[in-house]
């Protein structure tokens, strides 16, 4: 029936609110029927994108389309098509589960009695059963959650927006939800998700898109992203913190890389792009007499990635991003 | 990775229930507005205090003007009941309008919102069901109005037939006069300041007019004053229904009046409301 590839394309978008930025010039390509990551921390602008390609708010600039039809022109073949579940809940706390689920079939177009069923079906599918004749407000966060991404299927979207869906959820139901947006995946869905877990884009998505400062700072899968900065990083901890300059020298002079020292006074990192002589380097620090306690080399973090790519952790980004909010609110 | 917490049988649940990519037709707009109307009376449903303005406003306003100012302006209580129940009742019902207002900018800070706009739904539907209560409450309050006039010994010689073109009039400017309120309630902040501007535009709208005493009496330059407020327009239309007396000239005042509110901020209200 269509021909595109893409299930989202977006050029150059731009959102300015007054002064600020929030989004400054985003470019997305998400291919058909895979879970896109939009990683970045706290006031990156990856809700401000969400919003706008959930045809929420309007772009200052640039352009998006959603299965080929523009979101602002076309705003309502957009809808259509696409389901959003924001950062907080969008379903309504007043209501029962169920008053909410059919609410949205009856606005989806189901007669009573269908969106009675389909209710119950996803009730029944998201573990709410039980908990369809209360009102939203007593459920716990989990649950809420889960309705909150049962609302959006009620009618099954080709496109499903999902702005940090595990923020605020324990282990367990963090886990659920990402079963959800496989099975979801698996039926054909494609899924844009923005999360600022570094383990949950790693875990979900086919392809990630680093934001931050509204701009898109690198792009691709996870693995293409972690061997951008580097194969790998070695880390060191020594018996004798002593021994750490020491041990740093011999790592420069044999790897030719920077060392960095870490906050534990006997340990020590530094990347390496060749597995074998990090080998020999950690030969090398036996040889000069350096007791070694352990070292690893691993595949880089998401966090690691955000650290090379913005020089500083998303911790520290974040921090400074609320100090701003809140320097502006 | 799957933790198998939930048993098998709802696993392959949730399998069906998201391989169902069965697209029902769009909803009617008809259908879309009744839906969110069902949604504004479920809340009653939960909060049954929030009828509290369409039960007590009208008993305490017919009372307290009534007995208040009776003696003074007509020389007896019964003799302004005939004079001051429409007039109360109109400013009764025009000053509930206000809380849809309230109602809104409450609602409209709620994530539900968010969904709300994304649905491919016939844009207005989610205001128009909610005025559609609202109707349903100024009609609630004006029945019981009504009923504590008649009590008290409130004779319409318009009859059954004018009374309820009273209160039909009354609904339909009510409906027009909402869209006001629904504006107001995107453009503010918050509920305490949506209440100052309401209040602002309220009571002067209500208390210069011919609620309460004849224009006749007010010193002539408050006379024109008086008589272009669209609350006196709808006044005199409204005790012309319920004495018998209407004139068609008034009626059509108030018919023009709602259609410019509407014409104005209908569109208005809901190009703020996507915009939001």
Known sequence: MEQQTYAIEAE????????????????????????????????????TTIRMLA???????????????????????????????????????????????????????????????????????????????????????????????????????????????????????????????????????????????????????????????????????????????????????????????LAKQVLGRKLGTVVELASDPSALSTWVNDVNRAAHAIGELEREGIAVSDFSLGQPSLDEVFLTLTGRTAEAAETTENEETEAQG | MSKNMEPVDQREALQSALASRERPPKASPVSASLTFGGRSLLKIKYVPEQLFDITAFPIIFLLMFTYMFGGAIAGSTAEYLQFVLPGVLVLTVVMITMYTGVELNNDITK??????????????????????????????????????????????????????????ILLVFSFSLSWIWTTLGIIMRSEKSLMGASMMVLFPLTFISNVFVDPQTMPGWLQPIVEINPVSMLVVAVRGFMEGSAAMADVGWVLLVSAVLVAIFAPLTMYLYYRK
Do not use: C
């Open chain 1, 12 to 47: 150059g978008l731009v959102k300015t609110f007054g002064e600020t930025r929030a989004v400054d010039g985003a470019d997305l390509t998400v291919p058909k029927g895979t879970v896109y990551g939009v990683l970045g921390p706290n006031g990156a602008g990856k809700t």
């Open chain 1, 55 to 245: 045809t929420l708010l309007q772009p200052s600039a640039g352009r998006a389309r959603v299965f080929g039809h523009d979101i602002v022109e076309e705003a309502d073949q957009v809808r259509a098509r696409i389901s959003m579940t924001g950062q907080f809940a969008s379903v309504d706390k007043d209501l029962s589960g169920m008053e909410n689920l059919v609410m949205l079939g009856r606005l989806m177009g189901y007669t009573k009695p269908e969106a009675k069923k389909r209710a119950k079906e996803l009730l029944y599918a998201f573990g709410l059963g039980e908990a369809a004749k209360k009102q939203v407000k007593t459920y716990s966060g989990g649950m809420q959650r889960r309705l909150d991404i049962a609302a959006s299927i009620v009618v099954t979207p080709d496109v499903l927006f999902l702005d940090e869906p595990t923020t605020g959820l324990d282990p367990r139901s963090r886990n659920q939800v990402w079963d959800i947006v496989r099975m979801l995946v698996d039926a054909g869905t494609t899924v844009l998700l923005t999360t600022q877990y570094l383990e949950e884009a790693d875990q979900l998505a086919d392809r990630i898109a680093v934001i931050d400062q509204g701009k898109v700072i690198a792009e691709g899968t996870s693995g293409e992203l972690k061997s951008s900065v580097g194969s790998g990083k070695l880390h060191v901890r020594l018996f004798h913190p002593e021994t750490r300059e």
């Open chain 2, 111 to 168: 994530g539900v919102f968010d969904r709300f706009r994304t649905l491919p739904i016939w844009r207005p539907s989610v205001l128009v069901g909610a005025l559609l209560v609202d109707l349903v409450r100024y009609t609630a309050a004006s029945a019981i109005m009504i009923t504590l006039g008649l009590i008290l010994g409130f004779r319409p010689e318009g009859g059954v037939i004018g009374v309820l073109l009273g209160v039909a």
